[in-house]
Structure formats: structure tokens, C-alpha cells
């Protein structure tokens, strides 16, 4: 079982930035690879990134790719995102997952709660 935290969100203007945390409760968290998913109001939840377990691989959405940055440290169990360059349409709710190696909701089968994040005009 894996139980996951995220934290970090909140409003910022458009061209600024945040970093979402997700903590993991997961006694074998190098296990997992990870993802960062988001729902923005009336759609449907879309991938954003995805990290390998041992951090070495990720790939990204094209929305945010160059803009965005996975990252993961197995020694502390945590997992972040950090967001650069933010846009309007970037307003979500962020989601933090555990699981396969993969961009589907359904690669992951453990969620956190969300985090939501707002950027204005």
C-alpha cells in the first residue's frame, strides 16, 4: 500500500513559478515510478510527467515540456515538479501517482489527494 501527500500548490501570475511535493509513505518507494497528472475544471485528468524509479528516465506531456521538471529522491522518499513559466492553462488540480512506468491513468494505481494550482492573467 502507498500513501501520497502532495503539497505546494497555490495562486501565481502567468511567467511565474511553483514546485509541487509529494510525499510518500511506501516502505519500498524505489518500486514505483511516478507521475504528475492534472484535472483542470470541466476535463477530463491529463498526464503531465512520469520518472523511472531510479530517476533516471522521464518524459513529459508537450504542454509543459521545457517549462517543467520531475525530479525524485528514493532516499526521502519524495517527489517533486517543478513549473516554470506558468500559464492560465496550467491551472489545475495536480495530481501525484505511483505505479508502472507509463502515461496512462491506469499505469498507476496509487493516488494522492491533489494539490491545486492557479495562475492568473
Known amino acids: 500500500q502507498v500513501q501520497l501527500v502532495e503539497s505546494g500548490g497555490g495562486l501565481v501570475q502567468a511567467g511565474g513559478s511553483l514546485r509541487l511535493s509529494c510525499a510518500a509513505s511506501?516502505?519500498?518507494?524505489?518500486?514505483?515510478?511516478m507521475g504528475w497528472f492534472r484535472q483542470a475544471p470541466g476535463k477530463e485528468r491529463e498526464f503531465v510527467a512520469a520518472?523511472?524509479?531510479?530517476?533516471?528516465?522521464?518524459y513529459y506531456a508537450d504542454s509543459v515540456k521545457g517549462r517543467f521538471t520531475i525530479s525524485r529522491d528514493n532516499a526521502k522518499k519524495m517527489v517533486y515538479l517543478q513549473m516554470n513559466n506558468l500559464k492560465p492553462e496550467d491551472t489545475a488540480v495536480y495530481f501525484c501517482?505511483?505505479?508502472?512506468?507509463?502515461?496512462?491513468?491506469?499505469?498507476?494505481?496509487?493516488w494522492g489527494q491533489g494539490t491545486e494550482v492557479t495562475v492568473s492573467q
Open positions: 501517482a505511483a505505479g508502472e512506468w507509463g502515461q496512462e491513468s491506469h499505469d498507476y494505481p496509487y
Open positions: 511506501a516502505r519500498t518507494f524505489n518500486n514505483y515510478a
Open positions: 520518472i523511472s524509479r531510479s530517476g533516471g528516465s522521464s
